[in-house]
C-alpha cells in the first residue's frame, strides 16, 4: 500500500508539473500578444531624423528680367529633422545643398542641335537648351509641420508643411552646352547675383509607415524667394522651384 502511495504521488506531481508548465505557456503567448498590441506606433515618435532627396524645377520669374527663361531639373538633399509636441502639429528644420537657376531662351539659328547635327554652331545664337544659370545654394528650411492623427489608409498619414527657407548661392555659373562634343563653357557669374536670400516654402503629401521602421515621406514642395535675384541691377526676378521631396526619416 505504501508503495502504491508513492507511486500516486509521484503521477500526481508529474500532471501538476505538466499543467503548471502549460499554464506558463499559455500566459507567455499571451503576454507577447498583448505586448505586440501596446508596441508604439512609429508615428507615435515625437522626434524623427533622417535624409531627404529633392528632384525639383528651377527658373526665374519677375516684371522685368534681362533674359527669357525656361525651367529646368535642380537636385539636391537636405539632412532633415521633425519634432512632434502634438500628434498632429509639429516644427521641423533642415540643412542641405540644392540646385536653382534657369535656361536662357536664344533666337534659333540652326533649328536645333539634333535637327542639323552637320552644322556646327558658331556661339553666337541658340535655342536648343543649351544655355543654363546655375545656382549652387546651400538652404536652411524652418517649417510648421501638420499631421492627419489617424491613418487615413493604414500606415498611411497626409502631412503639410509651411515655412521659411535661408538661401545661400554659394556659386553661379552661365554654362553653355556642347551636346555634340562635350566641350561645355562655363562663365563664373556669381557676382551678378545676390549671395543671400530669404523664401518660402509650403509642401504636401503622405507619411508612410515602412515597417515601424521608418517612415518614407512623400511631398510636393513649392518655393519661391522673396528678394531680387540681381545684384547689378540687371532687372527684378525671383527664385523659384517646385518638384517632390523623398525622405526618409527615423
Do not use: C
Not at 160 to 179: L, P, Q, R, S
Not at 187 to 216: C, H, P
Not at 234 to 246: E, M
Amino acid at each position: 500500500m505504501k508503495k502504491l502511495g508513492f507511486l500516486t504521488l509521484f503521477f500526481l506531481s508529474i500532471f501538476s508539473m505538466e499543467a503548471l508548465s502549460q499554464d506558463n505557456k499559455e500566459l507567455s503567448v499571451k503576454d507577447k500578444i498583448l505586448a505586440e498590441g501596446q508596441r508604439k506606433n512609429i508615428f507615435d515618435k515625437k522626434f524623427r531624423w533622417g535624409i531627404s532627396y529633392n528632384s525639383y524645377w528651377s527658373t526665374i520669374n519677375g516684371s522685368s528680367l534681362p533674359e527669357k527663361y525656361f525651367v529646368k531639373p535642380s537636385v539636391g538633399f537636405n539632412l532633415r529633422t521633425e519634432y512632434y509636441p502634438l500628434s498632429f502639429v509639429g516644427i521641423g528644420a533642415g540643412f542641405g545643398l540644392q540646385q536653382r537657376g534657369a535656361g536662357i531662351w536664344h533666337q534659333d539659328n540652326y533649328g536645333g542641335s539634333f535637327s542639323h547635327p552637320w552644322i556646327k554652331p558658331t556661339g553666337d545664337l541658340d535655342s536648343t537648351h543649351i544655355n543654363k544659370l546655375r545656382f549652387n545654394t546651400l538652404e536652411l528650411p524652418v517649417t510648421l509641420l501638420l499631421r492627419t492623427p489617424k491613418d487615413i489608409i493604414k500606415g498611411i498619414r497626409l502631412s503639410a508643411a509651411a515655412g521659411v527657407v535661408f538661401i545661400h548661392d554659394m556659386k553661379a555659373n552661365n554654362t553653355w552646352i556642347d551636346v555634340a562634343g562635350g566641350n561645355h563653357i562655363s562663365n563664373y557669374v556669381t557676382q551678378d547675383y545676390l549671395r543671400n536670400d530669404l523664401g518660402y516654402q509650403v509642401s504636401f503629401g503622405t507619411d508612410i509607415n515602412a515597417g515601424e521602421s521608418n517612415l518614407i515621406q512623400v511631398h510636393l514642395v513649392y518655393t519661391k524667394g522673396t528678394k531680387n535675384i540681381y545684384a547689378a541691377n540687371q532687372g527684378d526676378g525671383r527664385q523659384q522651384t517646385f518638384g517632390v521631396r523623398v525622405a526618409f526619416l527615423f
